[in-house]
């Protein structure tokens, strides 16, 4: 059938994350895929500029992952993580997550992806400091521009307001504070640098609440579907003197920057910075099984281990040995290829050739990124950093258009996302700015 019919057929059943039927009516329906690439029932071939869900950073056709998850499967295909049981796999996975993990992260729990690991790291925190006897300690500080899922407790975390009305009213003890994002924040101490006057953001909003009331403040290392938004060399390093100073837990969202994507293995290895929790999907299966988790410190493993009562949070598919499985064949091709160094030096490729490609068009406000995760902001004026209305669906045209020459993406407003497999070839990174670049022209002159 063609892909119009499929569309047809899909539309009379299915319902869509982000569901709205007439958007879906233009979309692709997805036959195979191979490496970088995905091709669609109508045999249109196209470059997958955002591995998927920034997720499936080894590409597509990896027998590797294939054949873990089929011989887990015909040896045991579930059994269950609750205490009192376990498997080789999962027990494994914990073992080698702890020897490349931030030092003080030995102690880790799977989920099935990364709302589930917001939550239970909102959970986590919580159980903690009523061990650690402060009951009160429950509010949680995130960032405008932050995404950490869309479970009711991970969309309450996340700064994107298009998720919240439709929910509302939103859990209480959930706030926001500014993103650090380079282009756009404001401060109005010139005595201090963008970086800490964006970090101290957060220790205003700590006093606001009251530091007896906040448990933890949840970030990106780099914000992703928010913008792609890379902050200073210096805001991390004071974010975290203020969690230590606030007695607040510093949880580092690495659901997109996990597992090699920035250029180093974990996201705040860029700063120096080891937090208390972290949260992780996506790369670790690329995408190829639903899995996710959260690693704990070691000394708020030690405090849970001396609780007399149990957690009681639970998933049936927690340290699911398939999905254990996956991700310990993953680790291996991450290592064995590299894909922290892949990404660093692609990465620098692909933000360089953007810049060259991009950097004097009136229209094009900023270009940024780390490792292999870019964007570039198109704005109404250059000088003034206008944006343009919102009616105008920049960002969508330009999407649109790139679609049409054999790019497939997302947008959040005006902002384009590129975000390949990490294993996609410097030819292909050159075709994706030279797609881009034309399709910008087309719409922007």
């Known amino acids: ?12 059943h299915l319902i869509h994350p982000l569901h709205a039927p007439s958007a879906h009516l233009s979309g692709k329906v997805w036959d195979s895929g191979e490496g970088s690439f995905l091709q669609d029932v109508d045999g249109n071939r196209f470059i997958d500029g955002l591995s998927g869900l920034w997720n499936n950073t080894a590409g597509n056709g ?17 059994a269950s993580g609750y205490i009192g049981s376990t ?30 690991s917001t939550d239970s790291n909102i959970k986590l925190a919580r159980y903690y400091w009523k061990l650690k006897g402060k009951p009160e300690k429950t509010k949680i500080i995130s960032r405008i521009w932050g995404y950490h899922g869309v479970t009711l407790a991970a969309m309450c975390a996340t700064g994107i ?13 959930f706030s926001h504070i500014p993103s650090p994002y380079p282009y756009r924040y404001k401060s109005n101490d010139v005595s201090k640098s963008q970086g800490i ?18 448990a933890m403040f949840l970030a ?10 890379v902050p200073q060399d210096d805001y991390f390093r004071r974010v975290r003197e203020i969690c230590d100073e606030y007695e607040v837990l510093l ?15 974990f996201g ?21 099984f639903p899995l996710g988790g959260i690693g704990l410190s070691d000394e708020i493993a030690s405090v849970m281990n001396s609780s007399k009562s149990p957690w009681m949070h639970a998933y049936t598919y927690s340290s699911h040995p398939v999905g254990c499985a996956v991700a310990l064949s993953m680790l291996d091709i991450i290592e064995k290829e590299d894909f922290v160094g892949q990404a660093e030096k692609k990465g620098s490729r692909l933000l360089t050739k953007l810049k060259d490609a991009l950097h004097d068009h009136s229209h094009v406000g900023d270009i940024r990124g780390l490792g292999m995760m870019c964007a570039v902001e198109y704005v109404e004026d250059r000088k003034t950093k206008e944006a343009f209305d919102v009616s105008a669906n920049i960002g969508a045209q330009i999407n649109k258009k790139a679609i049409e020459r054999g790019l497939f993406s997302r947008v959040r407003g005006d902002n384009y996302f590129i975000a390949p497999p990490i294993v996609t070839s410097e030819t292909t990174i050159d075709d994706i700015v030279d797609i881009l670049a034309a399709s910008t022209k087309d719409i922007l002159g």
């Open 197 to 214: 006057a964006a970090a101290e953001e957060l220790e205003k909003q700590i006093l606001a609440e009251g530091p007896e009331t906040v």
């Open 220 to 229: 990106e290392p780099v914000q992703g579907a928010g913008g792609v938004i």
């Open 161 to 173: 307001s298009a998720y919240w009305p439709m929910f509302e009213p939103r859990i209480p003890g």
């Open 268 to 288: 705040l290895e860029h700063w120096d910075v080891q937090p208390d929790l972290i949260q992780f999907a996506k790369a670790i299966t690329s995408g190829y």
């Open 1 to 12: 059938m063609s892909e119009i019919d499929l569309l047809k057929r899909d539309s009379s």
């Open 62 to 78: 990896r027998v590797e992952l294939a054949e873990a998850a089929a011989t887990q499967m015909k040896k045991m295909g579930y």
């Open 251 to 265: 949880v580092s969202d690495e659901v997109i920057t996990g597992f090699g994507r920035t250029g180093k293995m």
């Open 87 to 116: 498997n080789l796999p999962a027990i494994e996975l914990a073992e080698r997550l702890a020897a490349i993990t931030y030092p003080n992260i030995n102690h880790f729990y799977f989920t099935s992806g990364g709302g589930e």
